[in-house]
């Protein structure tokens, strides 16, 4: 399964077609997530401790995905960890790559920004202007805070994106607690 694999919307004959993801409700559960998921210190290690929890937590499953930390330095971002697992592919890298972009320039994780253009009633790729080769607001992209300001990004690629973005939160979670 790739990020791009999107549940088609669940209709009976009496009930309108809802679009996923596009719940109001969904949108502050996210927005809570971003604001409760602060970190209180952060260097190379921390972000590679981060990297190595949810990178178990994707070995422990078998998940088939890329998980990857980068730390945003003032020469630009640095890969400070990345494990790809069987059944991944380079197509993930790009993928990540691509959520990680939604986040630098929003500075919101890359579902909590597709989700937002959702509830407004269209999608990222037909109002926000920019390239989807470069951009994807897709989930599984979460930025790391610390002090009000995003100082790296998180993320998962390989599994639907809702899935990649929970994996990312119980990490998260985990290294938090």
């Keep these: 399964m790739t990020d791009d694999v999107v549940p088609g919307p669940e209709t009976t004959p009496s009930a309108p ?4 993801f596009s719940s109001p409700a969904l949108l502050a559960e996210l927005l809570g997530q971003q604001a409760r998921l602060v970190l209180p210190r952060f260097d190379y290690t921390e972000a590679a401790r981060l990297g190595g929890i949810v990178a178990a937590l994707a070995e ?10 980068e730390a945003e330095t003032p020469e630009g971002p640095h890969l400070v960890f990345q494990r790809a697992f069987p059944g991944s592919s380079p197509t993930n890298d790009w993928w990540i790559g691509r959520k990680f972009a939604v986040v630098r320039h929003y500075g919101d994780a890359s579902f909590t920004v597709g989700t937002r253009f959702r509830v407004q009633g269209t999608t990222f790729e037909e109002s926000s202007g920019l390239d989807t080769e470069t951009y994807a607001a897709h989930g599984g992209a979460f ?3 610390l002090d009000g300001e995003v100082v790296g990004i998180v993320g998962v690629s390989g599994l639907p994106q809702q899935e990649d ?4 939160v119980e990490g998260l979670t985990a290294y938090l607690g």
């Design 17 to 20: 077609e809802t679009v996923p």
């Design 165 to 168: 973005h929970a994996l990312v």
């Design 143 to 145: 930025p790391l805070r």
């Design 60 to 69: 422990g499953r078998g998940l088939p995905v890329v998980v990857r930390v």
